[in-house]
């Protein structure tokens, strides 16, 4: 079955950086067909999407929130995804999750396109 381990996260200063990684838990045979995304949700806030990356291409979709700060990249080659986070905010503290569907989906930030979701990983920015 397939698993999404999350690494990465931890406590930066605002205006820092980290880089978030989420990696299939086995071979998985057309992971370049997989939809992925990150998402984020911070207490008391509802899960946000932050970030998507279509299946087999380039395309990819971000919220207004993040636009020009992350960056979402996959390495098919290694069934990974990552999430480069530059120009930390406080504001950007939340538990960061990754998700995945096979297929291309219609709503790419939406919690609902995705069945499959990693563990989560927490991210916490001082000022």
């Known amino acids: 079955q397939l698993h999404l381990v999350e690494s990465g996260g931890g406590s930066v200063q605002a205006g820092g950086s980290l880089r978030l990684s989420c990696a299939a838990s086995?071979?998985?045979?057309?992971?370049?067909?997989?939809?992925m995304a990150w998402f984020r949700q911070a207490q008391g806030k509802e899960r946000e999407g932050v970030a998507a990356h279509s299946p087999y291409g380039d395309q990819t979709y971000y919220s207004d929130s993040v636009k020009g700060r992350f960056a979402i990249s996959r390495d098919d080659a290694k069934n990974t995804l990552y999430l480069q986070i530059n120009n930390l905010k406080p504001e950007d503290t939340a538990m960061y999750y990754c998700?995945?569907?096979?297929?291309?989906?219609?709503?790419?930030?939406?919690?609902?396109?995705?069945?499959?979701w990693g563990q989560g990983r927490l991210v916490t920015v001082s000022s």
């Open positions: 998700a995945t569907q096979r297929g291309p989906v219609r709503a790419p930030l939406a919690d609902e396109s995705y069945s499959l």
């Open positions: 086995k071979d998985t045979s057309g992971y370049t067909w997989f939809s």
